[in-house]
């Protein structure tokens, strides 16, 4: 692990980030990561959506994500196309310090083509896995590395996501742990935009600029 530049936090450590303690949030018995654990403890807010983002998508994630970083958050999500790479590349491009959790081993980050992303992300932020390095990712540890993104989070944005989406299972562990849920309105006629427009109409506060998510979070 100190060849390959991981470090390793457990439960019952104190590099854990209390968040994570939480038991709503299944404690992970150990987390590996490469980059600076620190930044897990800040004031962090998930950024989540679809895979198949939309222009709407990836230039509403690209117009909120600078002012979010200047007003103090840190961005955490995941490393798949779409959405969550949107949201991590402007988070980096804006002078942040992104948090990316993944669903494989640090050493079998997925897709091949947000590599260089990783490993962007490792240099200036954080990447974190609660499985072995060799683990390759599956549909089951995809669900379970969204309850830690919320876990690690204030509250949860819903850029774009459609009725079945992993984003809106992320909104769900939200509730459960007691985070805020914001989402960014889209197109009614748009299947992209169903799942995260229905998070408003049950109550996910809507989010037309950064201010509506740093005043809700106290900022």
């Given at each position: 692990l100190k060849q390959k530049g991981i470090g390793v936090m457990t439960r019952e450590g104190d590099k854990m980030?209390?968040?994570?303690?939480?038991?709503?949030v299944c404690p992970p018995l150990v987390l590996y990561y490469r980059g600076d654990?620190?930044?897990?403890s800040g004031d962090c807010l998930a950024v989540v959506g679809t895979r198949h983002a939309s222009r709407f998508g990836a230039e509403a994630a690209q117009a909120l994500i600078p002012d979010l970083v200047r007003g103090g958050l840190?961005?955490?999500?995941g490393l798949a196309t779409g959405i969550d790479a949107y949201a991590l590349r402007a988070a980096l491009d804006s002078g942040g310090r992104p948090i990316s959790v993944l669903a494989s081993g640090l050493d079998m980050p997925s897709p091949v083509a947000n590599i260089k992303l990783f490993e962007e992300v490792c240099a200036r932020g954080v990447a974190v896995s609660e499985y072995p390095p060799d683990r390759n990712a599956t549909k089951y540890t995809f669900v379970e590395r969204n309850?830690?993104?919320s876990g690690l989070s204030l509250g949860v944005l819903i850029v774009e996501a459609p009725e079945k989406s992993g984003a809106l299972i992320t909104a769900d562990y939200a509730l459960e742990q007691g985070r805020e849920v914001f989402a960014v309105?889209?197109?009614?006629?748009?299947?992209?935009?169903?799942?995260?427009n229905a998070l408003l109409k049950e109550g996910a506060i809507i989010t037309l600029c950064a201010d509506d998510v740093l005043s809700q979070l106290g900022f």
């Open positions: 980030p209390e968040r994570l303690k939480q038991r709503e654990p620190d930044l897990l840190t961005v955490a999500s309850r830690l993104i309105p889209g197109n009614i006629t748009s299947s992209a935009c169903k799942g995260s």
